[in-house]
């Protein structure tokens, strides 16, 4: 998993510091983790139709990291459940980047 350094910028690889600066970069990869798992289980709640527990997912993975991921799976719950005015907000957040 890819982590930025928060102290450099850097790009690190499955590092548990930063390989430029020495920096603690764990507790990111756990966020990015529970991240990244918060997305899994929205899709599958997702295909599954239950539009709701899909929105939560993905509103708690964008919490943890403002990913496109979790806008995406947020704008297809909410078109998904008819709810037209909160997907705009979604799709302008997926857009970014
Ligand atoms: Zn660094």
Known sequence: MEIHCPSCKKVNVDAAACTRCGCELQALQAIAQAAM??????????????????????????????????????????????NYHEALLWYSRAIKD
């Open 37 to 82: 798992c918060n997305i899994a289980l929205g899709k599958n709640t997702l295909l599954a139709g239950n539009f709701q527990d899909a929105l939560e997912h993905a509103g708690r993975s964008w919490h943890l990291k403002h990913s496109p991921e979790a806008a995406k799976l947020a704008f297809l719950a909410n078109v998904c459940a008819m």
